[in-house]
């Protein structure tokens, strides 16, 4: 079962073999810019028509796209997958509907492009508007879900961009028929097909390739494994969009109510442990420690938590594990709880802002100041007031889909979404304004 | 006179050296951090107040400032540079109130941080706010103007942000005395010393470790020749905001006012044609070529610009040279014009999109449907209609003040001003939400 899937005659890269996979990717590069141009004046019409078209027709071929699936998942167990993986890997009848669902909702999203962003006329007479257009041409690089290749290609689309798609080698079967399929209902609808376009190959070294050509190719976005955005991030000779950890902390402050800070804490460490906004870290305000950790305890062990705290958690929830400065930093993506009492807001501060990766953070309180004091001084990407941290999801906060999250600041902060796939450009009117 | 500009011991780096030289670049970047943290929450009022103060205190030390500019101007000649870029180096009394005026009209401009760029309510009651925010730490290297020192400073501490000052070595007494005023008035006023700093050695080193502090510096704004840009962009490890070239283009299309077209033409070649925004390249349409190109010519020649041409150019304009492909390619910086003779519109934009730089592109018409294709397909950061190449720039767009041009796509495009310099930060608040 190992080598049924398409693999390049040799590993090896000789001279030769480099240069070849360097054509092939500059090649792939130079016909999606091609397609990018002509992206970037469709009408909305044209993509939401390709946008429902293409809904419609995964949904008739379903069979098709679970039968190409069956090879992947046969295969995972040679790639070591675990159970929790193949899952997420496997394509359903149910998870076909989500994906065309998805579709649907990303046509019925306003077109980000030609949005005037501003606009002013000049004490000359000059119009001057900022106006929105897209980036130009993305790589997208991703792990196992075979719905992210469809969601992707959406997104990347309607916001006028062409998109180079390129998924984990335990989806390939997947991915390639889904991408088929996105490419005959380009055709079909009359845009071109290269406007969604999959690295041809499983080479490793076409991703190196790829990501030298920042003449070509305007942005690169990352989703998957530590090791994986930290690679794109060192060889990517264009921007990046990224995160590489969530290590999200809830606050729960003097002034605050118990049966929410609770609510919240449960929410925000249970309901999906294994993603970016969970909640990994929780500190308290020390006068109410007394009163808010043993129940708060009582119920994370009800949902299989395993906590470690610092020594006066520890003189109040007896079972807890001694926390380490490395669990203070870790990112468990499991049921996993690092506690720290805290003296007062500064600490709890100064904690977040140290420990944290400038994903998400939360504070429980009804104190205004303390409130505005944590979310002015905590730099991250989204910092929320007594509500769960799992919020810090594009769909949650308003952008209608996500397609990451970025814990940089330059461009994107927070959730990307159709918005934070384009630029602007000024185009300014005048009639025959010459500088003094 | 060659040896009285501050230099380390040694240039040679021995590992000793050089792990010293990158304790002091940290060191410097820890500083920054920690001034960044304190200027972003402070007031606009607190942030004005020593805009102003300063502009009062560099008219009150014009004289120590002219004098230690009078030692760059001397070392001048020894640094091989031309009367020209000496001029441009030159304090004057003039450009001390000018610098000074800039600091007033900085302090005028509303305050960048805190505004609400977006906000809403979701259906389950979360208010969710995009707050525009300071980047943090941003490392500024130009040549030759001691003004930019003043005008960099007070951009940056006015976005809430720290700045790190490089300065051209030819400018070093200058910028010195120019730095230790701007950290006088920061005292005064209350604010950190450390929001504005100076790279304490000349040793060329300092700059690559600096740009590899990207953990602690969140932007690098390049501003000079290309090959620096080029250093810059490529050692890197934090975002650059930039452009390398400006090759401009103006095009003359089919249905235009002559009288304006050879106006725009003149002044977007002739007012200033030394800087980013000046025109390069002349595109005429065929069909007015014959009663355009000679009076033009005319009327360039008066103004000493030198000719080169296509074939047909050359037919119109005998004394024009041939132009090559690298005329057409080239930032001339000087009173040089290359010359084509267009088909039509189509041919235009693909010349445009071919051999220009993606900064400044102008087309001069009455014809609405040219004018929109022309704004649309032209890739640039900014598109004119009817005006000369010369209105991209942050005073003429109505930006107030501008830290440099960006033909790059990400985060900022064109002119960048104080709102260019920020970031946002997603505030959300609850009472209780959390995630089903």
Not at 232 to 239: D, F, Q, S, Y
Not at 301 to 309: I, K, P
Not at 401 to 425: M, N, V, W
Request: charge should be neutral; include cysteine; glycine fraction near 6%.
């Amino acid at each position: 079962m190992q080598h049924h899937i398409a693999e390049p005659v040799s590993l090896e890269s000789t001279r030769n073999e480099t240069s070849e996979l360097q054509r092939l990717c500059r090649d792939l590069a130079l016909r999606a810019r091609d397609a990018a141009g002509h992206l970037a004046s469709l009408t909305r019409a044209k993509k939401d028509q390709w946008l429902l078209r293409t809904a419609e027709a995964i949904e008739q071929h379903a069979a098709k796209l679970i039968l190409a699936n069956q090879k992947d998942i046969e295969a995972a167990p040679s790639y070591g997958l675990t159970p929790a993986a193949i899952d997420r890997l496997r394509v359903t009848p149910q998870r076909v509907h989500a994906a065309a669902d998805g579709l649907r909702q990303v046509a019925s999203l306003p077109d980000p492009i030609g949005q005037v962003r501003e606009g002013s006329v000049r004490p000359n007479g000059l119009q001057v508007q900022k106006v929105s257009v897209p980036l130009g041409v993305i790589f997208f690089l991703y792990e196992s879900r075979p719905n992210v290749t469809v969601d992707a290609a959406a997104l990347c689309v309607k916001s006028g961009n062409a998109v180079i798609l390129r998924g984990g080698k335990e989806a390939h079967h997947s991915n390639c028929t889904i991408q088929a399929l996105l490419q005959d209902t380009l055709t079909e609808c009359d845009l071109p097909r290269d406007a969604v376009q999959m690295v041809p190959t499983l080479d490793r070294d076409a991703v190196g390739q790829l990501l030298n050509l920042g003449d070509l190719i305007d942005l690169v976005i990352p989703r998957g494994g530590e090791s994986l955005i930290r690679r794109v991030a060192r060889e990517a000779t264009m921007p990046v969009l990224k995160h590489y950890q969530g290590n999200c902390h809830v606050y729960v402050d003097r002034v605050a109510d118990l049966d929410m800070a609770e609510r919240i804490v449960i929410n925000a460490k249970c309901q999906r442990p294994g993603v970016c906004n969970a909640m990994e870290s929780l500190l308290v305000h020390a006068d109410i420690a007394k009163s808010f950790l043993p129940r708060v305890a009582a119920s994370l062990r009800a949902h299989h938590v395993e906590l470690r705290g610092c020594p006066e958690t520890r003189r109040l929830i007896p079972d807890a594990r001694p926390a380490s400065d490395a669990d203070y930093a870790a990112e468990f993506l499991d049921l996993i709880l690092s506690i720290k009492v805290v003296p007062d807001l500064d600490a709890a501060i100064s904690h977040v802002n140290r420990y944290g990766s400038r994903h998400t953070d939360a504070i429980v309180t009804n104190d205004l100041a303390a409130a505005r004091r944590f979310t002015t001084e905590v730099d991250s990407a989204a910092v929320l007031v007594n509500a769960s941290t799992r919020f810090n999801d594009g769909f949650e906060l308003g952008l209608g889909a996500e397609i990451g999250i970025s814990t940089d600041k330059f461009h994107a902060r927070g959730p990307c979404g159709l918005q934070e796939l384009t630029t602007y450009k000024y185009v300014v009117v005048g009639d025959g304004q010459v500088r003094e």
